[in-house]
């Protein structure tokens, strides 16, 4: 039996999971490492279910924050809580919105205190909060040397569940090519996978390779550098082990077989025999397609399945309708999805 634990969720089911609670008005507290798109899967959650946001970061709030100021009554005998705000957004709700409280672990335990109330009674400062009003929290964990040092016990069984985003190489490659990181990076995650997300709490001051410092490193690419110090700057970003042995894939990158030669050309276009240059072949050419160019590449796609390389072409396949989804009304598409490619890509690629 594994000894990973059993409260793990990929990106795309914790999106799913999280449009859920919404809608069923479900508290939902989410760990993982740092860098791995917490926060931004929760966004998505929340935009699936149409709801609102208002983010908080209780790592710099004062318990005030989650109640509201002591403020005296007009007769000078009494007093309330004034809400001000986020609270104050919050008591406004007229529709379904999600208060997401970031980083809630490396708040201390006075503030993670203040919002015992409001997440098992729904009320804030002798206030009623709005039905439409839902809970969803992020943290690290406290292995990760993120300032976390635990969260009270009262506070975490308020949450419906806990639960611990896991990257997921297939879904993070979909993500990248959806939102402009780089061929390159997304070649070498593909060809190294274990590097996507290779944290390693440390007290020195140097990067781990993890989601988001790969997409610091797609922003290095997309600048005119001069190589030394964009050679220093890529170990930067994701340390020296990983920086090096993406270095060493650029250098392969930079002598693949002309991509443009094989739009035009695919039967005589050669076919790599290493790995790491098929990854890096595929995903450029996904990237070049056009439902023009498509019988073309999808020609090439079946002459890899001819060489026993039927999981490129496949993965080359997934891009190309993921660059452009035209290429699925194409002659070329039935007749390598009915044919060479049966099988090895689902139709909802």
């Given at each position: 039996?594994?000894?990973?634990?059993?409260?793990?969720?990929?990106?795309?089911?914790?999106?799913?999971?999280?449009?859920?609670?919404?809608?069923?008005?479900?508290?939902?507290?989410?760990?993982?490492?740092?860098?791995?798109?917490?926060?931004?899967?929760?966004?998505?959650?929340?935009?699936?279910?149409?709801?609102?946001?208002?983010?908080?970061?209780?790592?710099?709030?004062?318990?005030?924050?989650?109640?509201?100021?002591?403020?005296?009554?007009?007769?000078?005998?009494?007093?309330?809580?004034?809400?001000?705000?986020?609270?104050?957004?919050?008591?406004?709700?007229?529709?379904?919105?999600?208060?997401?409280?970031?980083?809630?672990?490396?708040?201390?335990?006075?503030?993670?205190?203040?919002?015992m109330q409001p997440l098992l009674t729904h009320r804030a400062g002798?206030?009623?909060?709005?039905?439409?009003?839902?809970?969803?929290?992020?943290?690290?964990r406290r292995v990760d040397r993120a300032a976390v040092k635990g969260?009270?016990?009262?506070?975490?069984?308020?949450?419906?569940?806990?639960?611990?985003?896991?990257?997921?190489?297939?879904?993070?490659?979909?993500?990248?090519l959806d939102h402009g990181i780089c061929a390159e990076v997304v070649?070498?995650?593909?060809?190294?996978?274990?590097?996507?997300?290779?944290?390693?709490?440390?007290?020195?001051?140097?990067?781990?390779?993890?989601?988001?410092?790969?997409?610091?490193?797609?922003?290095?690419?997309?600048?005119?550098?001069?190589?030394?110090?964009?050679?220093?700057?890529?170990?930067?970003?994701?340390?020296?082990?990983?920086?090096?042995?993406?270095?060493?894939?650029?250098?392969?990158?930079?002598?693949?077989?002309?991509?443009?030669?094989?739009?035009?050309?695919?039967?005589?276009?050669?076919?790599?025999?290493?790995?790491?240059?098929?990854?890096?072949?595929?995903?450029?050419?996904?990237?070049?397609?056009?439902?023009?160019?498509?019988?073309?590449?999808?020609?090439?796609?079946?002459?890899?399945?001819?060489?026993?390389?039927?999981?490129?072409?496949?993965?080359?396949?997934?891009?190309?309708?993921?660059?452009?989804?035209?290429?699925?009304?194409?002659?070329?598409?039935?007749?390598?999805?009915?044919?060479?490619?049966?099988?090895?890509?689902?139709?909802?690629?």
């Amino acid at each position: 039996m594994s000894d990973q634990p059993l409260n793990r969720m990929t990106p795309a089911r914790l999106r799913s999971f999280v449009a859920t609670c919404i809608e069923n008005h479900w508290a939902l507290l989410v760990t993982g490492s740092p860098g791995i798109g917490k926060s931004d899967i929760i966004a998505q959650g929340v935009a699936d279910a149409g709801a609102d946001s208002i983010i908080s970061h209780p790592v710099v709030s004062d318990p005030t924050d989650a109640k509201g100021l002591p403020w005296p009554a007009a007769d000078h005998e009494s007093a309330t809580f004034l809400p001000f705000g986020d609270l104050a957004r919050a008591l406004a709700v007229t529709r379904p919105t999600a208060w997401v409280l970031d980083d809630l672990g490396q708040a201390t335990d006075a503030v993670q205190a203040s919002f015992m109330q409001p997440l098992l009674t729904h009320r804030a400062g002798g206030r009623q909060l709005p039905e439409d009003l839902v809970f969803l929290a992020a943290t690290n964990r406290r292995v990760d040397r993120a300032a976390v040092k635990g969260m009270i016990e009262p506070v975490k069984s308020r949450f419906l569940s806990i639960i611990e985003l896991v990257p997921d190489i297939d879904q993070w490659c979909a993500w990248a090519l959806d939102h402009g990181i780089c061929a390159e990076v997304v070649a070498f995650i593909r060809f190294r996978p274990e590097l996507l997300d290779a944290f390693e709490p440390s007290a020195d001051i140097v990067n781990s390779p993890i989601p988001r410092t790969w997409s610091h490193v797609s922003q290095l690419m997309s600048v005119e550098l001069d190589p030394a110090i964009r050679a220093a700057a890529i170990c930067g970003a994701v340390g020296d082990a990983a920086g090096g042995e993406f270095l060493a894939f650029l250098s392969l990158w930079a002598e693949l077989p002309n991509i443009d030669q094989i739009t035009i050309d695919p039967d005589s276009a050669a076919i790599p025999a290493q790995p790491g240059t098929l990854y890096a072949v595929c995903t450029a050419l996904g990237r070049r397609v056009t439902a023009g160019n498509f019988p073309r590449i999808a020609r090439y796609a079946e002459r890899l399945t001819d060489a026993n390389s039927g999981e490129f072409a496949a993965l080359l396949l997934r891009d190309c309708i993921r660059s452009d989804p035209a290429v699925c009304n194409t002659t070329a598409f039935v007749h390598l999805t009915t044919g060479p490619l049966q099988g090895l890509i689902s139709g909802d690629a």
